[in-house]
């Protein structure tokens, strides 16, 4: 399933899609460049974590642009400088800057942001 970036701002002016089905057999690679890194591991970003069954409802979680815009520099960063960290290094860091690009986006609006899993 694709990652989908959902902004607490409907109607943003802008398309907030982008192309992430890149992301999920990445998953375990990023993973790794997060520990290796010491940030903050991408499934804390998401609404709910993709293999959570859990029914209750839980406060929906908003995180500031400028916090993304930072991660995604540092797994872009390093993917870039050891493209052999990943499948597919040069489309997968593609990917990753189109969501930065709509991060950068949202932080000129003040939206907030968190993943959800696509359909």
Same mark, same amino acid.
């Given at each position: 399933?694709?990652?989908?970036?959902?902004? %607490?701002?409907?109607? *943003?002016? &802008?398309?907030?899609?982008?192309?992430?089905?890149?992301? +999920?057999?990445?998953?375990?690679? $990023?993973?790794?460049?997060?520990?290796?890194?010491?940030?903050?591991?991408?499934?804390?970003?998401?609404?709910?974590?993709?293999?959570?069954?859990?029914?209750? %409802?839980?406060?929906? *979680?908003? &995180?500031?642009?400028?916090?993304?815009?930072?991660?995604? +520099?540092?797994?872009?960063?390093? $993917?870039?400088?050891?493209?052999?960290?990943?499948?597919?290094?040069?489309?997968?860091?593609?990917?990753?800057?189109?969501?930065?690009?709509?991060?950068?986006?949202?932080?000129?609006?003040?939206?907030?942001?968190?993943?959800?899993?696509?359909?």
């Amino acid at each position: 399933m694709p990652f989908c970036l959902i902004l %607490d701002k409907r109607e *943003p002016g &802008f398309d907030e899609s982008f192309e992430s089905s890149l992301f +999920e057999n990445a998953s375990d690679d $990023i993973e790794q460049i997060e520990l290796q890194l010491n940030i903050k591991h991408h499934l804390q970003y998401f609404k709910t974590p993709p293999n959570d069954l859990r029914v209750e %409802d839980i406060e929906t *979680p908003w &995180f500031e642009a400028q916090e993304g815009i930072d991660w995604l +520099e540092a797994i872009i960063g390093h $993917i870039r400088s050891n493209p052999s960290s990943v499948q597919h290094p040069n489309r997968l860091a593609a990917r990753l800057k189109a969501c930065q690009d709509i991060l950068r986006k949202a932080k000129e609006i003040r939206a907030r942001w968190h993943f959800e899993m696509g359909q």
